[in-house]
């Protein structure tokens, strides 16, 4: 959830992607071959040691040291109540397909990550003081524009923990 406390006169919308939707849209064959494939999920190259954010001086990266898990999740989860199938990789934090090289994996994660972005599967929320986003973190990418140069945008969010996914397991 994210409540808006302060907002740009223009810009800094949010973009909200539906992992539902882009599993939905893939064919019936490939479906069935991304169910019985797991990823690999990293925070390393963004937030560790020597990841993107290493020299920033700003508290809120402070911890890069605890950025040295990574984990395996399925390609494909499932929601705990309804059973609906959504894609579960991104490409800020999917490194590859389980078994497979970096090389090997790209062609097929920058697919899914297209089809993820398809405007049909997609919407723009924008912002006023006092709005209120609330979406499921589990099939649902969301990406802050950076489109307010000089101005500021601050928003408190609030996490809620969820139930364990149908055939999801963490692998540390």
Not at 51 to 58: I, K, L, P, T
Not at 78 to 104: C, K, M, Q
Not at 123 to 133: E, K, L, Q
Request: aromatic letters at 12%; proline letters at 5%.
């Amino acid at each position: 959830m994210l409540y808006a406390l302060e907002v740009p006169a223009k810009g800094g919308d949010t973009m909200f992607a539906s992992m539902y939707k882009a599993f939905e849209a893939l064919s019936p064959g490939l479906q069935r071959t991304l169910e019985g494939l797991r990823a690999v999920h990293s925070s390393r190259h963004v937030f560790g040691a020597q990841g993107a954010y290493a020299q920033q001086q700003d508290e809120r990266f402070g911890n890069a040291e605890q950025a040295t898990q990574d984990a395996v999740h399925p390609v494909v989860i499932r929601h705990p109540r309804s059973g609906r199938a959504a894609l579960y990789v991104n490409p800020a934090f999917t490194v590859r397909i389980d078994g497979w090289t970096v090389e090997e994996s790209l062609p097929l994660l920058n697919f899914l990550y297209e089809v993820a972005q398809r405007e049909e599967h997609t919407c723009r929320f924008r912002w006023d003081v006092g709005s209120v986003a609330f979406w499921d973190n589990r099939a649902t990418w969301h990406h802050a524009l950076n489109d307010y140069p000089g101005e500021r945008r601050l928003m408190h969010r609030v996490t809620v923990e969820g139930e364990p996914l149908d055939g999801y397991r963490s692998n540390g």
